[in-house]
């Protein structure tokens, strides 16, 4: 039993000096090997009477903040692809270059809006159709006959295969 105690007592010592020595390494503890030493010279920077006068007259320091990126809205994006995605019985559209989060609900008319603007890629695919599991074929077929209607032909549309989650 009276081995016990020393053991922890001699562990605890030694957790705490590798913590010291850890934390000296990281930079970690406080007040220790901070400053500057007696060894050390210290050089003051030479004082420019401008910057003292400027300090004096205001304890405000302007701070440029930069404006958040404004989001663009689809109609203000220069649209090479359409993406469309039909998600039960509702259609989401984004343009290619936008990130997979960024689908907006939309209506058959503004899909056909923005179908029009398309400019398309090197292969002339201008819209790009996804459907999720949940898909119907109704709004499927009826954004078909809208595309063929608005002048877009078969080769300009990728129909997608495979489902998105």
Do not use: C
Not at 60 to 66: E, S, T, Y
Not at 102 to 111: D, G, S, T
């Amino acid at each position: 039993m009276a081995k016990r105690p020393k053991r922890l007592m001699y562990a605890g010592g030694g957790v705490l000096i590798l913590g010291i020595i850890l934390g000296q390494f990281f930079g970690l503890t406080p007040g220790i090997n901070t400053g500057s030493g007696d060894g050390e010279e210290k050089t003051e920077p030479a004082e420019d009477p401008r910057a003292i006068l400027a300090s004096t007259e205001s304890d405000i320091v302007p701070v440029l903040i930069q404006p958040e990126p404004k989001h663009k809205t689809l109609a203000e994006l220069p649209l090479k692809v359409l993406d469309i995605l039909i998600d039960d019985r509702s259609y989401l559209i984004k343009a290619s270059s936008q990130s997979q989060d960024r689908y907006q609900p939309a209506k058959m008319k503004q899909i056909i809006q923005q179908a029009k603007r398309t400019t398309g890629d090197e292969d002339g695919i201008r819209i790009r159709v996804y459907r999720k599991g949940s898909a119907r074929v109704i709004p499927e077929s009826l954004l078909k006959d809208e595309l063929k209607k608005a002048g877009l032909s078969p080769q300009m549309i990728d129909w997608k295969n495979h489902l998105v989650d």
